[in-house]
């Protein structure tokens, strides 16, 4: 910024790097928030995958109509 005077130039800095730290937790919050909602029904649904896929100690199942 160009102000002729330092002390108006050090408050405006201040307050700058102030209200961007606060606005940019509110993003970082909300987000982390999103994430963590559509997280739920991606969980849910590779959990029925997983289940189609692997067996009870985790190893790959095959179908038994296809052969290899």
């Not at 994430?35 to 179908?63: N, S």
Request: net charge positive.
């Amino acid at each position: 910024m160009r102000m002729p005077d330092t002390k108006i130039k050090n408050a405006f800095t201040a307050f700058y790097n102030s209200e961007y730290r606060k606005i940019r937790g509110q993003w970082r919050k909300w987000i982390s928030d999103r994430i963590a909602e559509l997280q739920k029904p991606a969980d849910a649904f590779f959990d029925e995958v997983f289940k189609l896929v692997f067996d009870e100690k985790g190893r790959p199942t095959y179908l038994s109509r296809l052969k290899f």
